[in-house]
T-cell receptor, first 111, second 116 residues
Framework: KNEVEQSPQNLTAQEGEFITINCSYS?????LHWLQQHPGGGIVSLFM???GKKKHGRLIATINIQEKHSSLHITASHPRDSAVYIC?????????????FGEGTQLTVNP | AAGVIQSPRHLIKEKRETATLKCYPI?????VYWYQQGPGQDPQFLIS???????DKGSIPDRFSAQQFSDYHSELNMSSLELGDSALYFC???????????????FGEGSWLTVV
């Protein structure tokens, strides 16, 4: 069982829809990152969370430490949001700052 | 704003050859991470450096080595290349966890290595 699991693996939406991507983890963490990876391969860090909620433009990320769960929401989705969204955590047990990645969610937003 | 710079962006090598990837972190970032992402796979942590010292080690093969230099740039050296080493190699940088505002990790665009 992966330490970090995302759902859904694939998501297709129509432009304007509200989108939710979920991330669950099975171990203690010190931080959780939401990342965006475009087809060219580059990764962009969207959020880093250790508690609560963060908002940036149309993106909202929440985390519930007790339930070991985080969600990434995209409001008023747009075709340019199409990308792979990755949840990555820094495990408490690691002495360094490495990230453990989820398998990613492939989002396609159709016009 | 300056981002994490990786070079080369694309590299083709033959089996048993050697390759070197370079990473230039965001100015004032003192921590560099290397990740390997095989085709259709999640990124896997290889190694990290803080203030020019190795700070953490992951699934980095013995054929690979890395270091961080005095200007904080890092190089990943890969020898005796195998077909399975074909992957996208990411570098990321941050301020060391526990310092700075948020310690967000910034990723480079990655270096595509193809071993033929």
């Amino acid at each position: 069982k992966n330490e970090v699991e995302q759902s859904p693996q694939n998501l297709t939406a129509q432009e304007g829809e509200f989108i939710t991507i979920n991330c669950s983890y099975s171990v203690g963490i010190s931080a959780l990152h939401w990342l965006q990876q475009h087809p060219g391969g580059g990764i962009v860090s969207l959020f880093m969370l250790s508690s609560g909620k963060k908002k940036h433009g149309r993106l909202i990320a929440t985390i519930n430490i007790q339930e070991k769960h985080s969600s990434l929401h995209i409001t008023a989705s747009h075709p340019r949001d199409s990308a792979v969204y990755i949840c990555a955590v820094r495990l408490e047990e690691t002495s360094g700052s490495r990230l453990t990645f989820g398998e990613g969610t492939q989002l396609t937003v159709n016009p | 704003a300056a981002g994490v710079i990786q070079s080369p962006r694309h590299l083709i090598k033959e089996k048993r050859e050697t390759a070197t990837l370079k990473c230039y972190p965001i100015p004032r970032h003192d921590t560099v991470y290397w990740y390997q992402q095989g085709p259709g796979q999640d990124p896997q942590f290889l190694i990290s450096f803080y203030e020019k010292m190795q700070s953490d080690k992951g699934s980095i093969p013995d054929r690979f080595s890395a270091q961080q230099f005095s200007d904080y740039h890092s190089e990943l050296n890969m020898s005796s290349l195998e077909l399975g080493d074909s992957a996208l190699y990411f570098c990321a940088s941050s301020l060391e966890y526990g310092r700075g505002s948020g310690n967000t990790i910034y990723f480079g665009e990655g270096s595509w290595l193809t071993v033929v």
